[in-house]
T-cell receptor, first 114, second 115 residues
């Protein structure tokens, strides 16, 4: 079946380093991708999104790269801070019944060491 | 701006008991969703509602029922709770289409334990 997955369950970095979180998807019909951040005890929060007609999108300290050829998505966080410590989820989105339905990966835990 | 509000935040149930998780959004969104999150499993879709008056099954609907009471509210009911339904439940909403936006906004979660 279709799935979204993450290569690494845990990523440890030093404060100030750049972080890269990877994600693979298998649904070639997906046309919209989202990254979420989830802090302990809270709901997922939207970080950045990208449509399938783009290969790169930048936000504040974050960049998402999309490689449709190999069905790969990555989230880059520049100058990682302790406040970035959280679980990060990628999601690919398909359309069903007029609604966008995201399918989430299992998540990567980012640990930032001061 | 409350966003997505879900209640209760914590609940302990005995096996076989029933309960309803309530969810409301104040963003005038068309679509609403219920997810469950288990350790190592990510977020799995239980049910969703593309618009007021419609509901559809997601990946893991067994043991649950939903009601889209109006555009604001989408409730999740466990008729006969089982220990396998111990999980964190998240309600979410989105504009629902390419014009109004498909970013999904989540509530803060409801921690449910079935003993």
């Amino acid at each position: 079946g279709e799935s979204v997955g993450l290569h690494l369950p845990t990523l440890s970095v030093q404060e100030g380093d750049n972080s890269i979180i990877n994600c693979a998807y298998s649904n070639s019909a997906s046309d919209y991708f989202i990254w979420y951040k989830q802090e302990s005890g809270k709901g997922p929060q939207f970080i950045i999104d990208i449509r399938s007609n783009m290969d790169k999108r930048q936000g504040q300290r974050v960049t998402v790269l999309l490689n449709k050829t190999v069905k790969h998505l990555s989230l880059q966080i520049a100058a990682t801070q302790p406040g970035d410590s959280a679980v990060y989820f990628c999601a690919d989105t398909t359309t069903s019944g007029g609604s966008y339905i995201p399918t989430f990966g299992r998540g990567t835990s980012l640990i930032v060491h001061p | 701006n409350a966003g997505v509000t879900q209640t209760p935040k914590f609940q302990v149930l005995k096996t076989g008991q029933s309960m309803t998780l309530q969810c409301a959004q104040d963003m005038n969104h068309n679509s609403m969703y219920w997810y469950r999150q288990d350790p190592g499993m990510g977020l799995r879709l239980i049910y969703y509602s593309a618009s007021e008056g419609t509901t559809d099954k997601g990946e893991v609907p067994n043991g649950y029922n939903v009601s889209r009471l109006n555009k604001r509210e989408f409730s999740l009911r466990l008729e006969s709770a089982a220990p396998s339904q111990t999980s964190v439940y998240f309600c979410a909403s989105s504009g629902g289409d390419s014009h109004s936006g498909n970013t999904i906004y989540f509530g803060e979660g409801s921690w449910l334990t079935v003993v």
